[in-house]
């Protein structure tokens, strides 16, 4: 099973949630307009949605990111009924209403179903995440989304704007990964970081893509590196050098640093600033450096550019070596220092 090992780490709800919106295969961008409007009804209590009340929120989900980016890629062909189709022709109308147009409702009504909400508990591999969070009753006009109690207890936790940001930049990555020249860019040769706007970045263009903290939180359970403890919105989050950034200067004053980049993705944790701050320079401990190789494991299962980053990194990063696993590149940058 894909994640079985992440699963393992936290086995709950939230790493159901975390695998299918994180890990699953993304043809389209389909699954986070579902997911987003799971979590909206989902923080507002309700157990039954109507099917075309809930098309609503997804419908209006989409067309407001089909405004930026892509949503499926460009070489995708589509016809004049499929629904990215009709988004596309209705979105104008739908934007300036703040709502669906009745073409664009009834496509998703009929879509929906169909599609997307037979698919976003799958994973890659034919296998589906432990936990159910909806389930479909009834038929016609009376047709219901059920909410589970997973899905409600999800979305009004303390998890909950975690999981809604992990949500929101995954959408702007897949996205980034469907736009012509970008998505290219980003699938060959991964993506960069932007220490300016702590942003993560398109290498060719250094196009931002979203946020180092919102892309990389959710593969490490949505906890800070260092003391375990969950990452809120109502504390101050820091992006941690695991390996501290210094070393690179510190040997580069005495001759040269034979490791790889500390400044890479591969390095970089969310973390509370309270941690980072009090971390410093210092090494890291043993348990935090299995937290980082655990993370690398996890995005290393996440389609697109992440894992590519990563992928070239394990490939590249160490000066004439190959490592085969996350743990064995870390002992190797230890025994580098």
Not at 133 to 141: A, E
Not at 291 to 308: K, V
């Amino acid at each position: 099973m894909i994640g079985r090992e992440f699963y393992a780490q936290d086995a709950s709800a939230r790493a159901s949630w975390r695998l299918a919106v994180l890990m699953g295969a993304n043809s389209r961008t389909y699954k986070f307009a579902l997911g987003q409007a799971l979590l909206e009804f989902g923080r507002d209590g309700r157990e039954s949605v109507s099917v075309a009340e809930f098309a609503a929120a997804y419908g209006l989900g989409l067309v407001r990111h089909l405004a930026g980016d892509p949503q499926a890629p460009h070489a995708q062909e589509r016809g004049e009924k499929d629904f990215l189709t009709v988004a596309e022709q209705e979105s104008a109308a739908t934007l300036e209403s703040g709502r669906p147009t009745e073409r664009l409702l009834a496509a998703a009504v009929h879509s929906m179903p169909m599609m997307v909400m037979q698919r976003f508990h799958n994973l890659r591999g034919d296998t589906a995440v432990p936990h159910t969070f909806y389930k479909l009753d009834g038929r016609g006009s009376r047709r219901m989304v059920r909410l589970t109690p997973d899905l409600l207890r999800l979305a009004q936790s303390e998890h909950a704007a975690g999981l809604s940001a992990e949500l929101e930049a995954r959408w702007s990555i897949v996205e980034s990964s469907f736009a012509a020249g970008v998505g290219r860019s980003l699938l060959e040769e991964g993506v960069a970081v932007d220490w300016d706007t702590l942003r993560i970045t398109d290498r060719r263009r250094r196009r931002s893509v979203t946020g180092i903290v919102e892309a990389t939180a959710g593969f490490q359970h949505g906890r800070c590196l260092i003391c375990g403890d969950l990452l809120t919105s109502s504390e101050h989050i820091a992006v941690d050098h695991v390996f501290p950034f210094s070393l690179m200067r510190r040997f580069a004053g005495v001759g040269s640093w034979y490791g790889p980049d500390l400044d890479a993705l591969w390095n970089l944790a969310p973390a509370h600033a309270a941690c980072n701050g009090a971390k410093s320079d210092r090494l890291p401990a043993q348990a935090e450096i299995s937290g980082l190789a655990a993370r690398n494991e996890a995005i290393m299962n996440s389609p697109h550019p992440l894992r590519r980053t990563l992928q070239l990194s394990l490939k590249c990063a160490l000066p004439r070596q190959s490592t085969a696993s996350w743990a064995q590149f870390l002992k190797a940058v230890q025994a580098a220092i």
